[in-house]
């Protein structure tokens, strides 16, 4: 069995590749694919990896040709939703051109492959209190170009099952994170600021909005989700994938916090503010669950230690 992973040297493809060469061993092939030049920081000596960016069609197609992959994990893409605003176009290009590249590949080289899109929360936006906690079929109102760049990727692998009978699962993944995120990220984030401090930085973590509200999973749940959306789900139809529960991130930092014996300060910092923000996502996963029996195991205040002890290890 052949499996190829985009975006398998960063968070998510990194620990995909380690949770299915853990669990398989040498019963799957794994296949990652890295842009020319990206950081090698969360590599595993046992993938194969391949130098492409997803943006260059030529490129993917080759890979996919030699490959003839019996899974495809698409998980590249720009991640970062403030950066979106920023370079609005790059994430378009990034995400939607990237995604297109990807279901022409396999259409033309590999139909027979089975590809699983890491949608997002994000896609749904705006969400009204009476729609709560938001299904599938809530309307999609993305409020940032990220958001809209995930919207057209998901429309993109609709339409592709339709027209051309090709098999892709399509997930939307709430809030995860754990250990090896980003620390442009808001729980990354605060857990190196957290550090810093006990390596002697002043005692001030800056925030932006602590009001807003996510659903999180854990990293370690949510590539064991992956693995079982492309072995139990329905091509061309949309899956929630997520905890059920919505933490302030208020809350989240009260929560590294508490693993930290440091008196720290806590200050707003108006420049990490949001253009518009989501103010509330709350997933169900309850069609997911139906489908492959998955739920979420990892505590949030395991995830959130773990996180933190993360970033004391660098």
Known sequence: ??????????????????????????????????????????????????????????????IIDKLKPDYIFHLAAQSFV???????????????????????????????????????????????????????????????PYGVSKVAADLLCQQYCRSFGLKVIITRAFNHTGPRRGEVFVTSNFAKQIVDIERGKEPVIYTGNLEAQRDFTDVRDMVRAYWLAVQKCKPGEPYNICSGKAYSIRKVLKTLLKFSEEGIEVRRDEARMRPSDVEILLGNYDKFKEATGWVPIIPFEQTMKDLLDYWRSK
């Open 82 to 144: 403030p950066l979106s605003w920023q370079a609005p176009a790059a994430t378009l290009i990034a995400n939607v051109i990237g995604t297109l590249n990807m279901l022409e590949a396999m259409k033309e080289k590999s139909p027979a492959s089975v590809m699983l899109l890491a949608g997002s929360s994000e896609e749904y936006g705006l969400v009204h209190k009476e729609e709560l906690p938001i299904k599938e079929a809530n309307p999609l109102r993305p409020l940032s």
């Open 1 to 62: 069995m052949k499996v190829l992973i985009t975006g398998a040297t960063a968070f998510v493809g990194s620990h995909l590749a380690d949770y299915l060469i853990d669990k398989e061993g040498m019963a799957v092939q794994v296949h990652g694919l890295r842009r020319p030049r990206s950081r090698d920081e969360f590599v595993n000596k046992a993938v194969t990896y391949h130098e492409a960016d997803v943006t260059d069609y030529t490129g993917i197609s080759q």
